[in-house]
């Protein structure tokens, strides 16, 4: 039978990050194993550190010793008490853990009876400790755990082995049936989600250090006022890497920020890189970074709607209105889209070893939920992410949700391509290996392609190879 803890989630959460990032193991139970000190002892003896948890009524209260049980006399132990998320301590010296079934004798200010199932302490520890003067406290359940790092050696290699293995995946990647050079990745999000800061993290990743390359910061307008297209190049060997992250002016409230029309020119390839928006206007087929015949590889493959964890569920009702004018053109035009939540890392509770498995991390678990709800994405469709917004070294925790992020837009992408109709598969073509036309001569497909005004052809042009 499996022996499972009566902490609940939160309390467990409130300890684990109170006593620096613990991961808890439970090794004695007492309602299981006995109401015993030789049981207890017997279970204990040689772990270290150990937190024993002791459950009294509407409260929680316990102790963290650094030292075993069989090596823990005259040493310093952290007695606590947990109320509601309160948790107050009182440090002292322990006298002996082990004297006729008393599990603890701090120099006559606490003793607690695992047999008789009471404890006493001092009054002036009673009053440190916010607890009720002159109030017996009866031992209703008794645990101890082991205390470990949620990031020991072990976990550390494994997480190093999945960024190296993900880093290799994403630089071996090539666009579904190279029909595009590179598959086009388009950002889109309120003002301050942590856009330019994801693009940021992935050039970070693969350059191997920190970089800081958009402009980030907090202005309530936005900082990026551009349409960028960034490529990035692979610090291993120099070359562009098969995707392109492209970046946006925020979408504000009203007529603030990105307009629902520049959106669409986006997504169909008619707004070329550097393009300034106009807060005024949105652009027009008549301005000189208006592309008049986009190719595929001029479109963009998969958006990603980026949307900061901590206020995701604050966002205004225009902001939300906006987004799903903004999601509905994104499926007219047939583009598979992701959602990325990010700054988990900075949300109430959250350790490091959460973002190890944010599957199962409970904030997490229910800020996907509160997205799906509010914009329709399907859990699955909902990625989380933690920039690099203030580190000066690369973290392979962080590098890992980064990198599993990037790989699901880019399957995404894929399914876009895969998803074209024959007709536009034949624009798709950007180059081609070789092509015998004649008995004499290879040729290279195609060295220049035009765009027929009014029609769905293009006009290839021809260069020979030799």
Known sequence: MEVTTGLTWLQEKLLQNYFGGKKFSLLYKASVHGFSGVELFRKCCQEAPTMSVIYSRDYVMGVYAQKSYDEIDKCSIILFVLQDTNISKCEMSLQTAWKSGIIWS????????????????????????????????????????????????????????????????????????????????????????????????????????????????????????????????????????????????????????????DVVCILKGHISDRYQFDSMKPITSGHQNYIGYPLVKDRIHCVAFVFDANSVERLSPEIVVKIKSIRREVIKCGIVHVALLTHVDSMNLITKGDLIETDRCVPIKLKREAVQRKFGFALSDILVVSNYTSEWELDPVKDVLILSALRQMVWAADDFLEDLPPKERGRCIWWCRSLRVSTTTSWLLPACIYGIPGSSLSLYVLLPCD
């Not at 302490?121 to 440190?128: F, G, L, P, Q, V």
């Not at 800081?212 to 202005?219: I, M, Y």
């Open 106 to 261: 701090c120099q006559g200010k606490l003793s607690i009876n695992l047999e008789t199932k009471d404890v006493k302490m001092a009054s002036n520890i009673i009053e440190t400790l916010g607890l009720p003067k002159n109030d017996p406290i009866s031992i209703q359940e008794y645990e101890v755990f082991r205390c470990e790092d949620l990031l020991d050696k072990r976990k550390i290699q494994g997480i190093t082995m999945d960024r190296e293995s993900l880093l290799s995946t994403m630089r071996t990647y090539k666009p579904y049936g190279d029909l595009v050079p590179q598959v086009r990745i388009l950002l889109l999000g309120p003002i301050g989600a942590g856009k330019s800061s994801f693009f940021n993290s992935v050039k970070s990743v693969f350059r191997g250090h920190v970089t800081c390359q958009a402009l980030v910061g907090s202005d309530t307008s936005g900082i990026s006022k551009k349409y960028r297209t960034y490529s990035i190049k692979d610090e291993r060997d120099g070359n562009f890497l098969p995707f392109i992250l492209c970046d946006t002016l925020g979408l504000g409230e009203k007529e603030e920020g990105l307009y629902t029309e």
